[in-house]
């Protein structure tokens, strides 16, 4: 048996990695749906707005006229 290559493998390695790839999609789905959020609606409606917001202010324009730029 040279089941060292995906490409000369076997029937039953191949099986094996199919088998594999299932399970762990299974399982990367069931952690999914367990860390869905079922209590209290949506995930906005859960978000406190207890700080304080800070608005954006006017633009403004810098210029120096050092020597360095970065480009």
Do not use: Q, Y
């Amino acid at each position: 048996m040279t089941n060292h290559s995906l490409v000369t493998a076997d029937r039953s390695t191949h099986f094996k990695i199919a088998a594999i790839a299932v399970a762990a999609a299974i399982v990367v789905i069931a952690v999914g749906l367990r860390a869905r959020i079922t209590e209290g609606g949506s995930v906005t409606t859960r978000i406190e707005t207890t700080s304080t917001v800070v608005k954006a202010g006017k633009p403004v324009t810098s210029a120096s006229s050092e020597g360095s730029s970065i480009r």
